[in-house]
């Protein structure tokens, strides 16, 4: 009886370990691809992330030869023991209505834990198409608003470098003077520290992805 009980839990958790990495499969293709502003779903998340993800490499990391999809980035931020030479930086390459585009990952860290998102560069590679923020644990109504379109819209336009390919940061400012000017977004009212997680994270990745860009240029 013993034996049979055994038995049938371990196929149990088979199968609700295979159910939750196809999951996270899933959600993070919809992630990804939320950032050239598709909306895909559970249900087609795969074969839209193959209609318009087109190649992905990674730039920069130890495992240049690795697949870009299975790198983990939040869990290669949360190793004390990598080096931040050797974190891998993937990159997405997608098209969409004839145009590329270039979707590069970010994570962080807000006020209660990890943030994460997506940011779609142009084929100027350079101008902000699209963004998108997630997180773990922050605040309703105030750190967790960085995941709204509300917040994340505001990178729409900006960019990442000057007309030399030199990295400049988007900085988050919380006295609302942010909108109409370059390189600036508002902050969220009462989520200060993890609007500066989000301003933290875009500054440390992109930077890699501008010099990046700027050496292939």
Same mark, same amino acid.
């Given at each position: 009886?013993?034996?049979? %009980?055994?038995?049938?839990?371990?196929?149990?958790?088979?199968?609700?370990?295979?159910?939750? &990495?196809?999951?996270?499969?899933?959600?993070?293709?919809?992630?990804?691809?939320?950032?050239?502003?598709?909306?895909?779903?559970?249900?087609?998340?795969? &074969?839209? !992330?193959?209609? !318009?993800?087109?190649?992905?490499?990674?730039?920069?990391?130890?495992? #240049?030869?690795? /697949?870009?999809?299975?790198?983990?980035?939040?869990?290669?931020?949360?190793?004390?023991? #990598?080096?931040?030479?050797?974190? /891998?930086?993937? #990159?997405?390459?997608?098209?969409?209505? =004839?145009?590329? !585009?270039?979707?590069?990952p970010v994570v962080g860290t807000g006020l209660?834990g990890p943030i994460w998102g997506f940011v779609?560069?142009?084929?100027?590679?350079?101008?902000?198409?699209?963004?998108?923020?997630?997180?773990?644990?922050? $605040?309703? =109504? #105030?750190?967790?608003?960085?995941?709204?379109?509300?917040?994340?819209?505001?990178?729409?336009? &900006?960019?990442?470098?000057?007309?030399?390919? @030199?990295?400049?940061?988007?900085? %988050?400012?919380?006295?609302?003077?942010?909108?109409?000017?370059?390189?600036? %977004?508002?902050?969220?009212?009462? =989520? $200060?520290? @993890?609007?500066? =997680? %989000?301003? &933290?994270?875009? $500054?440390?990745?992109?930077?890699?992805?501008? /010099?990046?860009?700027?050496?292939?240029?």
């Amino acid at each position: 009886m013993v034996f049979v %009980v055994g038995s049938l839990l371990a196929l149990a958790s088979q199968g609700l370990k295979a159910s939750q &990495e196809k999951n996270a499969t899933d959600k993070k293709m919809m992630s990804i691809l939320s950032a050239i502003n598709i909306d895909a779903t559970r249900e087609n998340a795969e &074969e839209m !992330y193959n209609k !318009y993800v087109i190649d992905s490499k990674i730039i920069s990391g130890k495992d #240049l030869s690795a /697949n870009a999809f299975d790198i983990d980035i939040k869990k290669e931020f949360r190793d004390k023991n #990598l080096s931040v030479s050797d974190r /891998n930086y993937p #990159l997405y390459i997608c098209e969409k209505d =004839g145009d590329k !585009y270039y979707i590069i990952p970010v994570v962080g860290t807000g006020l209660w834990g990890p943030i994460w998102g997506f940011v779609a560069l142009e084929s100027d590679f350079k101008t902000i198409y699209g963004a998108t923020f997630d997180h773990k644990s922050e $605040t309703p =109504g #105030l750190g967790a608003e960085i995941k709204y379109a509300t917040y994340s819209d505001q990178y729409t336009g &900006e960019t990442i470098s000057d007309t030399t390919g @030199t990295f400049k940061p988007i900085i %988050v400012v919380k006295d609302g003077s942010g909108s109409g000017i370059n390189s600036r %977004v508002d902050g969220i009212t009462g =989520g $200060t520290i @993890t609007s500066k =997680g %989000v301003e &933290e994270m875009t $500054t440390r990745t992109l930077e890699v992805y501008a /010099n990046y860009f700027k050496s292939i240029n």
